[in-house]
C-alpha cells in the first residue's frame, strides 16, 4: 500500500458512535468510506446516502466479503465484538473494534490470536489513547512534573433517566461498566498499569446489568477510585496526583480538548482543541500501522487491550456481574 493510496474502510454496526465514526473520517484526507453493513439494508442504505457511500449491505458477511475494503470498523453491541473480529479478520481485512474490545479476556485473547495468524492489523477502538491532551499529561507524568503519582480519581456517569434495552440487556454485554466503566479503569491502567487488587461493588438493575459500579485499585505506591454510572450525573473531571502536584483531565475527560496542572497553589492551563470529535486520532493511527505493514498499534497495543480487559474481568467477579453469551 503506497502512501498516496487511500485507506478503504467497511464500517459494520450503524448506530451513534458510527455516524460519529464516519464524520471523522471524513477529515482523514487518505480515509475513504466505501461500503457499510447493518443487519437491515434500508439501515445500510439511509446511513450510505447521509454519507455518500457507494455500497451498502444488509448483512455483515456482505461487506467481510468486498474485494475493495482494507480495514473494517465494529461498532455493534459488546457480545458480537469477537466473533466479528475473527470473522474480519479469517476473511483477511484489518480490523479496528470498539471498546470494550470483549466481553471478557478469553475472547480478547482469541481476537489477539486470529490477528496474529492471519497477519492482520487489529485494534481496540480506544480513542482516549490517542487524544492530544492526554498524550501532553503522559508525557509530563513521565517526565516527573508533578512527582510520582500517588491517586488517580475518575469516573464516567450520567443519569440516562429510562435506559435504553441495548443498555441494560445482559445478553449483549449491557450495563454501565463495560458501556462506561472502561474509561476509568483505562486511565488508571494507561498511568499505573495493573494493579495487585482490585476492590469494587455495584447496584444492579433488574435485568441484571449494573447500574452502577464503584471500584478501587490498589497498587504498591497508589491507589485509583473510579466509577460508572447510569442513575447520576458527575462533573467528569479526572484527577491525577502526584506528590509535587496534580494534573486535571477537564471535562467530559475522556474527550478532553484542555487539562490544567496545578503546583504550589499555581494552575497551568492547556488547550488541545482535536480535529472532530477526536476519532481522528486513532483512525490516523490505523493507517501508520497498515502502511507499515503492522498488526498492532505501539500506542495502544494487543497487550494494552488484553490487560485492560483482565481488568474488568476482575471487577465483574468482584460484583458478580454475569453475562450469559460469553465464552
Not at 147 to 176: C, L
Not at 198 to 222: C, H, P, R, W
Not at 296 to 325: A, M, Y
Request: glycine share 6%; aromatic share 10%; with cysteine.
Amino acid at each position: 500500500m503506497t502512501a498516496f493510496k487511500k485507506v478503504k474502510w467497511g464500517i459494520i454496526g450503524l448506530g451513534n458512535i458510527a455516524h460519529q465514526f464516519a464524520q471523522d473520517l471524513t477529515l482523514v484526507s487518505d480515509a475513504e468510506i466505501v461500503a457499510v453493513a447493518s443487519r437491515t439494508i434500508d439501515k445500510a442504505q439511509k446511513f450510505a446516502k447521509q454519507y455518500a457511500v457507494k455500497k451498502s449491505y444488509g448483512s455483515y458477511t456482505e461487506v467481510m466479503k468486498d474485494p475493495d475494503i482494507d480495514i473494517i470498523y465494529i461498532a455493534t453491541p459488546h457480545d458480537s465484538h469477537a466473533s466479528l473480529t475473527i470473522k474480519c479478520l479469517e476473511q483477511g481485512k484489518h480490523v479496528l473494534c470498539e471498546k470494550p474490545v470483549a466481553l471478557n479476556f478469553n475472547e480478547a485473547l482469541q481476537m489477539v490470536e486470529t490477528s496474529r495468524a492471519n497477519n492482520k492489523f487489529f485494534m481496540e477502538a480506544f480513542w482516549t489513547r490517542f487524544n492530544p491532551s492526554l498524550q501532553e499529561v503522559l508525557l509530563k507524568i513521565k517526565s516527573g512534573e508533578v512527582g510520582e503519582i500517588k491517586y488517580i480519581n475518575a469516573d464516567f456517569a450520567f443519569n440516562v433517566g429510562t435506559p435504553s434495552e441495548r443498555m441494560i440487556n445482559v445478553q449483549n454485554g449491557g450495563g454501565s461498566l463495560l458501556d462506561m466503566g472502561v474509561y476509568p479503569l483505562f486511565l488508571a491502567y494507561v498511568i499505573l498499569g495493573s494493579p495487585h487488587k482490585v476492590l469494587a461493588s455495584a447496584n444492579f438493575y433488574e435485568s441484571g446489568a449494573d447500574k452502577q459500579t464503584s471500584m478501587i485499585l490498589q497498587y504498591q505506591n497508589a491507589q485509583a477510585v473510579l466509577h460508572s454510572s447510569f442513575v447520576s450525573p458527575s462533573n467528569m473531571v479526572a484527577t491525577i496526583s502526584g506528590a509535587k502536584g496534580r494534573i486535571c483531565l477537564n471535562s467530559i475527560w475522556h474527550e478532553t480538548q484542555s487539562y490544567s496542572v496545578v503546583k504550589n497553589d499555581q494552575v497551568v492551563d492547556y488547550h488541545f482543541p482535536t480535529k472532530g470529535k477526536g476519532f481522528t486520532y486513532e483512525i490516523e493511527e490505523c493507517h501508520l500501522c497498515i502502511r507499515n505493514q503492522k498488526i498492532e498499534s505501539e500506542i495502544w497495543s494487543h497487550q494494552n487491550s488484553l490487560d485492560l480487559i483482565k481488568i474488568v474481568d476482575d471487577v465483574r467477579e468482584q460484583t458478580k456481574l454475569k453475562f450469559p453469551k460469553e465464552k
